[in-house]
């Protein structure tokens, strides 16, 4: 990519990165940082290999996030994302050596970490001392980042808890109730979430693969961005449900109530759709190749 000869000249640039084109200036990739990586390719001191037919300088990295890197070069500005998508903006900062933005993204997170008070209130053996007793409730308790796998937390009630990053995988939560729960980023993987109570919960990013939902209650759930993959969601009742980007390849929805859903950009590659009651759900820009739709109620559901 860089090799030393003719000093690049002050002009427009154009890159692609990853395969995501993107246009900007010499003095915008060497001015706010001028010790980085992009700064040095373009300091004159190095030649930049350009395709012969386009222009472009080739980067071999993800394009996601390198728009980001543009704005904070323009404007010294972070963007508001969440925190997965800020750990992948890190690495690439780090990449680049742009050790303003590295800075400014490890202080955001942990600003976020303070005003949410992600410390858990409790312990997994203190949650395991208290499964012991009839009736245990942990409504609106913080048990943000614990690591509560395998566990039997079968009608616990988590209703308005904080719970973000939590980890439920292989749990028995059959008859849980988790209404109006702040649960963004969790892992629910290989979970048994029959007849479960997620009624306005906020699953934003929550990893449920192979979880078994049958007959749960999601109303006005938030599962916009969620990995279902070949989960079980067979009478499920997902009505006014947001599933916007949602991951439900190969997931079982026979018969579930998803009236009113958002669906668009989903992934429902193979999905079980049979006798869904599918009435004014959004489909735009949905992946539907090879889902099986026999018997669903489609009327008014928006493609």
């Avoid at 995501?20 to 990739?29: E, R």
């Avoid at 409504?139 to 980042?145: D, E, T, W």
Wanted: net charge neutral.
């Amino acid at each position: 990519m860089m090799g030393s000869g003719v000093p690049w000249p002050p002009s427009q640039v154009l890159l692609n990165v990853g395969g995501k084109k993107y246009a900007t200036t010499v003095d915008t990739l060497t001015q706010r940082e001028p010790e980085s990586m992009l700064a040095a390719m373009f300091s004159g001191r190095h030649t930049v290999s350009t395709d012969d037919e386009t222009g472009m300088i080739f980067i071999d990295r993800d394009g996601k996030h390198f728009r980001h890197i543009l704005n904070w070069l323009r404007d010294g500005v972070i963007p508001t994302l969440q925190d997965s998508e800020n750990q992948e903006l890190l690495r690439e900062a780090e990449y680049y050596q742009l050790l303003g933005l590295v800075d400014n993204i490890n202080t955001s997170l942990n600003k976020r970490k303070d005003n949410d008070g992600s410390v858990a209130e409790l312990t997994r053996t203190e949650i395991i001392k208290c499964i012991q007793s009839d009736r245990v409730r942990f409504r609106g308790v913080n048990l943000s980042g614990l690591d509560l796998s395998k566990l039997d937390l079968s009608f616990v009630d988590f209703s308005y808890a904080c719970i973000r990053k939590t980890n439920f995988s292989r749990a028995n939560l059959q008859k849980a109730k988790f209404g109006d729960a702040e649960a963004e980023d969790s892992i629910f993987q290989d979970a048994i979430l029959r007849e479960c109570e997620l009624i306005g919960a906020n699953l934003h990013g929550a990893l449920l693969d192979r979880a078994n939902l049958q007959s749960a209650n999601l109303q006005d759930a938030c599962l916009a961005g969620c990995s279902l993959y070949e989960a079980d969601l067979r009478s499920a009742h997902l009505q006014s449900a947001k599933l916007t980007g949602a991951n439900l390849k190969g997931a079982n929805l026979e018969g579930a109530n998803l009236k009113g859903a958002k669906l668009n950009g989903a992934n429902l590659q193979g999905a079980n759709l049979q006798r869904a009651y599918l009435r004014e759900v959004d489909l735009r820009d949905s992946k539907l190749d090879g889902a099986k739709l026999g018997g669903a109620n489609l009327l008014g559901a928006i493609r």
